[in-house]
């Protein structure tokens, strides 16, 4: 393992490794119709890295009539079909996770999915993709909290300042700079700011471990220059 920062890169999955947000949003609009009701792609931005029991409370409001569990079951059931039949990879995230294992860098996946939905991903990607994977239904808080980065951290066994977390929405990227790792948000389904307390990108398209590196340096900079300003 390389003695470097970062530390370890910890990966959001749906929206950023995967391109899943698609899937989510049509299988919430069949949930919804098949209670007699209506979603629109404006609402289902809303829930844009949510957590899923959030996401389950929500659809409840309009007109869901299940239990939160049996909510989210049925919508994981349904991404899954339809990742069986083709997984959307985002542009650059296997080339970047594929550079980051040739380097011996630590990577954990921190998502809101299920424990379920990502090992499949895993799966597919191979079984020495990560080192360590935080589900969403193995945390007490969803991101926006910290909890979920703060976890995946500790799997690994560093320091998660000395972390990059690449994230492609508003609450995953405020759980990354809560917990204290240095953010890359990749713009995908949801617009990001330019000013955030975050590095954002287009696409992880030609971005390399040499980046992340500079990206880290950068962030370490501008936070020790903030903690000193105040």
Partial sequence: MTDLLPAAVLWDMDGTLVDTEPYWFESQVDLVASFGGTWTKEQ??????????????????????????DIIDRLT???LTRCAEHVPWRPGAREL????????????????SIRRMAQFMVDAIGDDSFDAVVAGDEV???????????????LLGVDVVDCVAIE???PG????????AVALGVEHAAPLADDAGYVRRDTLVGV????????HAAGRRAREARTSDS
């Fill in 173 to 180: 990227l405020a759980s990354a700079v809560a917990a204290g």
């Fill in 77 to 79: 059931t349904e991404v």
């Fill in 44 to 69: 289902g931005d809303t829930l844009i890295g949510s957590g899923l029991w959030h996401s389950a409370r929500v659809l409840q409001q309009h007109g869901v009539d299940l239990p939160e569990d």
């Fill in 208 to 215: 390399g471990l040499a980046d992340l590196r500079e990206m």
């Fill in 168 to 170: 492609d929405s508003v």
């Fill in 97 to 112: 996770l594929a550079e980051l294992r040739a380097a011996g860098v630590p990577t954990a996946l921190v998502t809101m």
């Fill in 140 to 154: 007490e808080h969803s991101k926006p909290h910290p909890e979920a980065y703060l976890r995946g951290a500790e």
